[in-house]
């Protein structure tokens, strides 16, 4: 059993672009996050003597402790970029959808 409204929906163009913008916001903050995370791996693994450092001199916080802040505030920020997004754009969208659908 389907529903005609869900039918007309989904052949809806402006559904299309709704799960492609959303799909590509979604790839493209994940890849974000990913090198994120993956350059301070390396920067751990090969950037010991730089990450060991103290930020000031004489002090005990390192340039490590910094950036591994610095990762999970950009972390924060993203996932604030798409719930923002998605509070706005997406949220329209598919209240259009459902009132053309009616």
Known sequence: MSDPRVERIRKDPRFHQLCQSRSNLAWTLSALVLAIY??????????????????????????????????????IALTAVYVWKANTVFDELNRQLLEGSK
């Open 38 to 75: 993956m350059a301070f791996i390396f920067l751990v693994a090969f950037g010991g003597d730089f990450m060991s450092a103290p930020l000031v001199a004489g002090g005990v916080t390192t340039v490590g402790i910094a950036i591994g802040v610095g990762v999970i505030l950009a972390a």
